[in-house]
Every structure is written in structure tokens, then in C-alpha cells.
């Protein structure tokens, strides 16, 4: 099956810096989502991009589907940004919906 | 307010009892799943539905049941049979089969005691 690879698997920041999370995967897919997972567990979808680039405030994502990868940019980092963010991923010509999820970039911003 | 609503949000079970999860949603997605996560891990699919009546096993769907008798509920139910149950469970809609944009409940942690 497809192999979906993120890192860093950790990052510290300090509060306003900027970041790049990257996201790597095997095959061709036909679908690609972002997620943060905050303290509580809650998973908020960011982005759905299978390919392009799409920005939303203070993030941004990039997905080459060509060269499959994805990133996700976050400037200015807030300690509310700190949580798991995720890649997930539909593949091949399935279409059914199984999102295949890396396992995740920890990212803690400090004061 | 619309959204994915799941309960209970902690549930403590003894081994040999099986446990529901309940998960409602007020978008009008067709497309319901299930999701086990494991501390540290990503999220695995244990279920999904496409239509009412019908459902098909995930990557880890041994020791769960599921059933899909109205468009807006999806309950999953911990058997006995499942070795391993404790864990975070999230419940998920979306609009396509496809999967589109897929928008999850809060979770529910179920702990064996």
C-alpha cells in the first residue's frame, strides 16, 4: 500500500517564527488533506489539496502531485498553532474514501 | 449548530463487555467512517459507509461492528472480540464517497479497565 512520510516527526518554535512541514508519499493520489489536532484531540481539517497551492491566513499548503509531495507553511507562529498536524491522503483509483494518514509533526510554539 | 456529535466523550469498559459509540451528524453527508488512534500515532480506519444500509471494513475493522440504519448516525460497537480497545475514536463525515473534504467529531476515549 501507500506510504505517506512527514517530518519533522517533532519541532520546537519560538512564538513568530515561521515553519515548513513536509509531507511525502508513494503513489499518486487523488486526494490530500491537512489536519491540526489540537490538545484536546480535536481534529480541524486545514486544507484539501490534491494538487496546487492554496493559502488560508497565516498558513499556506503546496502539494506537486508529479513529485509527490505536499507542504505546509505556517508564518508567524502562534502558541495556538502548537498540536499534531497531519497529512492524509486518498490513492489510486480506489475512490473510496480511505484517507491514509502519516503520523503526524508535533509542533510546539513557545511564548 | 452543524457538526459531528459524538458520545460519550470518556468511556471506561471491563474487559468482556461491549461497548456503543454513538456519532450524529447534521450536515447531510453521505459518507460516514470511523477512525482508531493510538497515542503517538496517526489515525487508522476501522469503518466507513457510503449510503444508508451499507458499509464496508477498514484496515482494522476485527473486534468492531457497525451499523447505518438512518443517513445521520453511524455507531460503532466495541466487541469483546476486540483485543486491544483501548484507544481515541474518531467518527467522520463527508460530502462524497470520494472523500472531498472530511470533517471529524471531537473523539471519544474508551479506556478498558
Known amino acids: 500500500g501507500i506510504q505517506v512520510e512527514q517530518s519533522p516527526p517533532d519541532l520546537i518554535l519560538q512564538e513568530g517564527a515561521n515553519s515548513t512541514l513536509r509531507c511525502n508519499f508513494s503513489?499518486?493520489?487523488?486526494?490530500l488533506q491537512w489536519f491540526h489536532q489540537n490538545p484536546w484531540g480535536q481534529l480541524i481539517n486545514l486544507f484539501y489539496i490534491p494538487s496546487g497551492t492554496k493559502q488560508n491566513g497565516r498558513l499556506s499548503a503546496t502539494t506537486v502531485a508529479t513529485e509527490r509531495y505536499s507542504l505546509l507553511y505556517i508564518s508567524s507562529s502562534q502558541t495556538t498553532d502548537s498540536g499534531v498536524y497531519f497529512c492524509a491522503v486518498v490513492y489510486g483509483s480506489s475512490n473510496t474514501g480511505k484517507l491514509i494518514f502519516g503520523q503526524g509533526t508535533t509542533l510546539q510554539v513557545k511564548p | 449548530d452543524g457538526g459531528i456529535t459524538q458520545s460519550p466523550k470518556y468511556l471506561f469498559r471491563k474487559e468482556g463487555q461491549n461497548v456503543t459509540l454513538s456519532c450524529e451528524q447534521n450536515l447531510n453527508h453521505d459518507a460516514m467512517y470511523w477512525y482508531r488512534q493510538d497515542p503517538g500515532q496517526g489515525l487508522r480506519l476501522i469503518y466507513y459507509s457510503q449510503i444508508v444500509n451499507d458499509f464496508q471494513k477498514g484496515d482494522i475493522a476485527e473486534g468492531y461492528s457497525v451499523s447505518r440504519e438512518k443517513k445521520e448516525s453511524f455507531p460503532l460497537t466495541v466487541t469483546s472480540a476486540q483485543k486491544n480497545p483501548t484507544a481515541f475514536y474518531l467518527c467522520a463525515s463527508s460530502w462524497t464517497y470520494s472523500g472531498n473534504t472530511i470533517y471529524f467529531g471531537e473523539g471519544s476515549w474508551l479506556t478498558v479497565v
Open positions: 503513489d499518486s493520489v487523488n486526494n
